[in-house]
C-alpha cells in the first residue's frame, strides 16, 4: 500500500466549486476541495497519480515520488496542492507498556495493604492505566494517532496522580512510580516528536 497525504492551497477569497479531481491509473479515486486536506491510499501496484484541475493536469509517477518525497504542484495562479508520502507511524511503545503497568500493579497493590483515605481513587488509577493498556495491546485495528495521544494523555495525568497521593513516608515506593512516570513522559515526548517528523518532512519542498 502507498500511503500519499494532499494538501490544497488556495488564495482565492471564495470557495471554487470546481473540484480537484485525483486519478490513480486513470480511475478517479478523490476529489478535492480547493481549501482541505486528504489522506490517499493507493495499491502497491499503481504506477502514476494524475491531478487535474479545470484544463490543467499533472501527473505524476509514484517511483519519482518515493524518491523526492514531496512536491508542490501549482494548478492556477491561485491554487496550488502538496503531494507527499505518508509513512506510517508504530505508536505503542512496549516499554511504556510494561513501566505504565507495572506502576499500575504497584497502586493497586499498595491500595490494598494501606489505611490511606485515597486507597480506593489509588486503586481507580492504577486499574485505569493497566486498563488502558490492555485495550490498545489486544486492539488489532489501526489505533487513531489521536485516540492514543489521548489514552497516553490519561495514562500519564494518571501516574502522575499515583506519584502525588502516596505518602513520602512510603518515599521508596514514591521514588520507583516517580522515575518510570518520568521515564514514560520522557519517551512518550520522543515518540510524540519523532512522529511529526516522520509525517511533516522537514526537506524543503521541490517545485515543479
Not at 508542490?72 to 505508536?91: E, F, M
Not at 511503545?93 to 504497584?106: E, Q, V
Not at 520507583?176 to 524543503?204: A, E, H
Request: net charge positive; aromatic share 10%; glycine share 4%.
Amino acid at each position: 500500500m502507498v500511503r500519499l497525504h494532499l494538501t490544497t492551497i488556495s488564495q482565492k477569497t471564495q470557495r471554487d466549486p470546481e473540484p480537484i479531481l485525483i486519478y490513480s491509473d486513470d480511475c478517479l479515486v478523490k476529489e478535492l476541495e480547493d481549501t482541505t486536506s486528504s489522506t490517499l491510499v493507493l495499491d502497491s501496484k499503481s504506477s502514476n497519480v494524475l491531478i487535474m484541475y479545470g484544463q490543467t493536469q499533472y501527473k505524476i509517477s509514484l517511483a519519482q515520488l518515493k524518491a523526492i518525497k514531496q512536491t508542490t504542484l501549482h494548478l492556477t495562479a491561485d491554487v496550488s496542492i502538496q503531494v507527499r508520502l505518508s509513512y506510517g507511524i508504530k505508536l505503542l511503545d512496549y516499554t511504556n507498556l510494561i513501566l505504565a503497568s507495572l506502576s499500575g500493579t504497584l497502586a493497586i497493590g499498595y491500595s490494598i495493604f494501606t489505611n490511606s483515605s485515597w486507597r480506593e481513587f489509588l486503586f481507580l488509577l492504577g486499574s485505569t492505566i493497566i486498563v488502558l493498556f490492555v485495550f490498545m495491546l489486544l486492539y488489532k485495528q489501526t489505533i487513531n494517532t489521536r485516540n492514543y495521544n489521548l489514552r497516553m494523555y490519561a495514562t500519564i495525568s494518571a501516574l502522575v496522580l499515583i506519584v502525588l497521593l502516596i505518602p513520602s513516608e512510603n518515599w521508596t515506593l514514591k521514588t520507583l512510580i516517580g522515575l518510570s512516570t518520568l521515564t514514560v513522559i520522557t519517551r512518550f515526548i520522543k515518540d510524540y516528536q519523532g512522529s511529526f517528523f516522520k509525517v511533516y518532512n522537514p526537506n524543503p519542498l521541490i517545485k515543479e
